[in-house]
């Protein structure tokens, strides 16, 4: 399982940012690893240098062995509670895709 980082000009992208959450990542999605190829994740702050509430965004892709890609997106106060946020949705939806198929 490959996990690659993006983040926008108005997010840091530091080594040790993308460190954590390419730890938090294997972390949570560890046991799906032989059934994904890729996680993308990517970090954006809509609103700017202007202070908004919920402006920091995270969307993360998960490609599926043999299946269309999952994205879901996150919108909270900081990029930290956005992607917590995005990655219990994506686990939750590569659980119910993995169960679906495991009917079949």
């Keep these: 399982m490959k996990v690659q980082i993006n983040t926008d000009k108005h997010i840091e992208g530091h080594e040790r940012v993308e460190a954590y959450f390419s730890g938090e990542i294997t972390k949570t999605l560890g ?20 202070s908004g509430i919920d402006d920091k965004r995270c969307l993360i892709e998960v490609r599926p062995v043999n299946s269309q890609p999952i994205a879901v997106t996150e919108h909270s106060s900081t990029i930290e509670k956005a992607f917590h946020g995005a990655i219990d949705k994506v686990k939750r939806s590569l659980t119910t895709t993995f169960e679906k198929q495991k009917a079949y």
């Design 31 to 50: 046991r799906f690893e032989d059934k994904i190829t890729r996680v993308e994740v990517h970090f954006g702050d809509e609103n700017s240098n202007k």
